[in-house]
């Protein structure tokens, strides 16, 4: 079955430490790439998303992620965290020829002030 | 432009008790869904529509029930609540079945 896995359950870290959170895929075809985020008591935001050309896509709050198709991954990653960076954040992948967006379970992400 | 607005925030319910949960979309999306939201579990669909009148099973649909009689609205029933539905559900809609989804703040129900 199609799944799509997330390294890490919780992740602690510094203000102005670097983040790289972990998401790879099983599905081999064509696909569409998201992450969103969950602020604390809100609804999920499109954070980026890869559907096609450049492999690096950036997003909003200086995030940006990395599609290698090779590796069947799509790692998010920030420079430089900050408080209000603590969120739980989720990968999720829509493949071409279905209508589901298959979620990772996500990363609850603390940044210490 | 209010997006995808879900109501009721919050509800507890008695288990066998029925409700139906409201989703609304301004942004005249064909797509809708209804996930459930549970700790260390992701995003589960429960059903899904992709047009007026139509809808479909997702990953976890038994328990619940949905409807789509106008393209604006989504929703979703429980006729007879059992404690494992305790959860956070969420509505979302999209323009296509492969762009960005946008969601609502979310229904936190508790069966007891």
């Known amino acids: 079955a199609q799944s799509v896995s997330q390294h890490n359950h919780h992740v602690i870290l510094s203000e102005a430490a670097s983040l790289e959170l972990g998401c790879n895929y099983s599905y081999g075809g064509t696909v569409n790439l998201f992450w969103y985020v969950q602020y604390p008591g809100q609804h999920l935001q499109l954070l980026l998303k890869y559907f096609s050309g450049d492999p690096l896509v950036k997003g909003i709050k200086g995030f940006e992620a990395e599609f290698i198709k090779s590796k069947f991954s799509f790692n998010l990653r920030k420079p430089s965290v900050q408080w209000s960076d603590t969120a739980e954040y989720f990968c999720a992948v829509i493949r071409d020829s279905n209508y589901q967006l298959i979620w990772g379970a996500g990363t609850k992400l603390i940044i210490k002030p | 432009n209010a997006g995808v607005t879900q109501t009721p925030k919050f509800r507890v319910l008695k288990t066998g008790q029925s409700m139906t949960l409201l989703c609304a979309q301004d942004?005249?999306?064909?797509?809708m869904y209804w996930y459930r939201q549970d700790p260390g579990m992701g995003l589960r669909l429960i059903h899904y529509s992709v047009g007026e009148g139509t809808t479909a099973k997702g990953e976890v649909p038994d328990g619940y029930n949905v409807s789509r009689l106008k393209k604006q609205n989504f929703l979703l029933g429980l006729e007879s609540a059992a404690p494992s539905q305790t959860s956070v559900y969420f509505c979302?809609?999209?323009?296509?079945?492969?762009?960005?989804?946008?969601f609502g703040q979310g229904t936190r129900l508790t069966v007891v």
């Open positions: 979302a809609s999209s323009y296509t079945g492969s762009t960005e989804a946008f």
């Open positions: 942004m005249n999306h064909e797509y």
